[in-house]
């Protein structure tokens, strides 16, 4: 599969597109097809379960083992966006981690399932080293990183960058 990756333009006329899009406490994978106009494509960089996190994974989550997952969004033959999750395991129901594990469905799909929130926490370059070592071009300008919570426990660590296919189209 062939798709270029950009990083988001540093054009000014895109700048109060990306602060939106960093705002967003919502689901990401919907502003991505909303934006393509279509569904988008998930690309499963690299999944597995682990004991080896970053600190940050374990500052926010909590637990002892976790679902590492690195995938992209797509749509129109442009990366929209690149993504590092960590799962909390003995937090999420099993059909959860089945359609993680099936890797064809966007997190924000599955996620919209559960009564979640998302909030913003403060990146760490333990975080984006391991995004940027799988999928390259860092750009700092262009990433965040927020945590997924339910009413009871803290369920996923997520650190996303967004790319050029969000603004433009092949």
């Known amino acids: ?6 990083l988001f333009p540093a054009d000014p006329a895109h700048a109060p597109l990306l602060r939106a899009l960093l705002a967003l ?5 919907r502003v991505c097809e909303a ?4 569904p988008v494509t998930v690309q499963l960089h690299h999944q597995r379960q682990t004991a080896d996190v970053p600190a940050a994974v374990r500052e926010q ?3 002892q083992h976790w679902l590492e997952r690195v995938t992209s969004l797509h ?3 442009r990366v929209m966006m690149d ?3 960590y799962t909390r395991l003995d937090a999420v129901p099993d059909w959860f981690l089945a359609g993680l594990d099936a890797g064809q469905a966007p997190v924000g799909h599955l996620l919209g399932k559960l009564f979640v929130q998302r909030e913003t926490v403060p990146g760490s370059a333990g975080l984006s080293d391991v995004l940027w070592s799988h999928v390259g071009q ?4 262009a990433s ?3 945590r997924v919570v339910t009413p009871t426990t803290p369920l996923m660590l997520i650190f996303e960058v967004y790319r050029d296919g969000m603004v433009q189209e092949a």
């Open 1 to 6: 599969m062939s798709v270029e990756r950009q």
């Open 25 to 29: 406490d919502g689901s990401t994978t």
């Open 35 to 38: 934006l393509a106009r279509r």
């Open 61 to 63: 989550l909590g637990g």
């Open 75 to 77: 749509a129109h033959g």
């Open 83 to 85: 993504n590092l999750s």
């Open 138 to 141: 860092p750009d700092p300008h």
């Open 144 to 146: 965040r990183s927020y």
